[in-house]
DNA sequence: ATACTTGCAAATGATTTGCCAGTGT
DNA sequence: ACACTGGCAAATCATTTGCAAGTAT
């Protein structure tokens, strides 16, 4: 065995059973966790580290820390959106993939299962299988790309 | 006007040409900027600011700013795989597209009208047009998809 | 001669690492 | 108790910026 996760990735739509995951994986409920959790939970999209550290009063190096051991049991993942900053999310009910806007910054998340065939495509054309969820589609959202150049 | 590149992008397939766009555009042709494009000709394929900047013995501050100003009239351009610096390539005879993997980093690049289907496919169902020269689809190579998990 | 460039130092932004005091189990 | 954490300082990596001395045109 690995470390974590041996399982399939186990779902939960709640703090008490995100902490429930942690406890399983042998990782300890504290403080720092249960609050980036929280923020996490309240936030409406994907947060970096720094923000999450700022806004629960805690230190980046630690939420770092804290943010990759969620991500290794599962509860939390991140996606490079363009250049900026790695942005932490919940996995809660499943993964998502994404297509940012490298003009105006613009993000829309997606069901990976709406992607199939574009990945179907890539895969038939290529061999590749592609994964928009740590880093998206990248390209001009539809308001970008009818102001042509700029 | 704003200030350079304001005709198409011109092709070049050699030093001299590109020397001369690099006037062409206003720019001074120095030696600092003629061993970054002799590198990138010899290079077989995109290289870190760091790495030209170590190759031709000048310092990595003045190859960015140089690389950028060959970027701005269009000689050279740059990609992100995944995590790590950026890569510089000429622009040569046209754009390219990549596919890169997030497991074993291999990077194959293509002919972008290769990726047209794919392209039209995501921008009709998102209305967003993707380009994948700057930022690439990221996946699986073939091998290490065969690999799973791993 | 003048404006553009260079190298060097130092600043920035994102992320990681070492360490020791503090705490969950 | 004991191993796992948190905060803090400091290091690292990629990239940018300020500046004074050097050079292409």
Redesign the interface.
Known sequence: MTHAAEGAALRFADLPSALEELRAAGLRVTAARRLVLEALFAADGPCSAEQLARAIGGDAAATYRNLEALERCGIVRHV?L??GPGLYALVGEGEREY????RCGAT?A?DPA?LD??RA??RE????????S?????????EC?RDGDG
């Not at 297509?99 to 490298?102: P, S, V």
């Not at 054309?125 to 994964?131: L, P, S």
């Open positions: 490079h363009g250049h297509l940012h806007c490298e829309r997606v709406e065939t574009v495509l890539v054309q290529y061999g590749w299988q592609a994964r928009f740590h880093f998206p589609i990248v390209g001009r959202c539809p790309t």
